[in-house]
C-alpha cells in the first residue's frame, strides 16, 4: 500500500512540473518567452518544410493553408522579437507562396535592414524580383551573394538564367 501511495504522489509530482513548463503561456517568467518565440519559429520551420514537400507533389492548396498557418505563427513570434531577420525572411517566403505580394518585399527589406548579408533573405528578395520582372534588381540580389560561397547563389543564379522556371 505504501508503495502504491509513493507511485502515486510521484506520478502527481512529476505531471505538476510538466504542465508548469508546458507551452510557454501568459504565466510570466523570461524563459517561457523565450521558449515561446522559439517554438513559434520552428513550428512554423516544419510547416514550410511539410507545404514544400506537398508543392513537390503538386498538392498546391493544401500547401499553402500549411503556408498561410506558418505565416500566422511568424507573425506572432515577430511581435515579440523584432530584431530577428530568420522571422522576417519566413514571413516573406510564406506570404510570396499564399500569393500575398503586397508585404512581401517589406519584410525581406526589413530583414536585410538587420542583417544585409542574410543569404536566404537575398535569394528569396531576388527570386521576387524575378517574378515581377524586375532582373536588374534580382542581379543586384545576385551580386550580393557572389562571394558567399553557397547554394543560395546557384540558386538564384539558375532562377534568373531560366526567369523562374525553376520554382520550389
Known sequence: ?????????????????MAAGGDGGSSGGSSDNGDSKASLYDDAVKLVNRAGKLEKKEKTEKAKKLY???FKKLEKAYKSDKKNPDVLNYMGFTS???????????????????????????????????????????NE????????????????????????????
Do not use: W
Open 141 to 168: 540580389r545576385l551580386e550580393v551573394l557572389k562571394s558567399c560561397n553557397c547554394e543560395e547563389y546557384g540558386e538564384l543564379e539558375l532562377i534568373i538564367k531560366t526567369r523562374g522556371t525553376k520554382v520550389y
Open 96 to 138: 510570396r507562396k499564399i500569393g500575398n505580394f503586397e508585404k512581401v518585399e517589406e519584410f525581406y527589406l526589413k530583414g536585410l535592414s538587420i542583417k544585409p548579408d542574410h543569404n536566404g533573405i537575398n535569394e528569396y528578395l531576388g527570386e521576387l524580383y524575378v517574378q515581377t520582372n524586375r532582373i536588374d534588381k534580382a
Open 1 to 17: 500500500m505504501k508503495k502504491i501511495l509513493i507511485l502515486i504522489s510521484s506520478i502527481l509530482i512529476s505531471t505538476s512540473l
Open 68 to 70: 498561410s498557418q506558418a
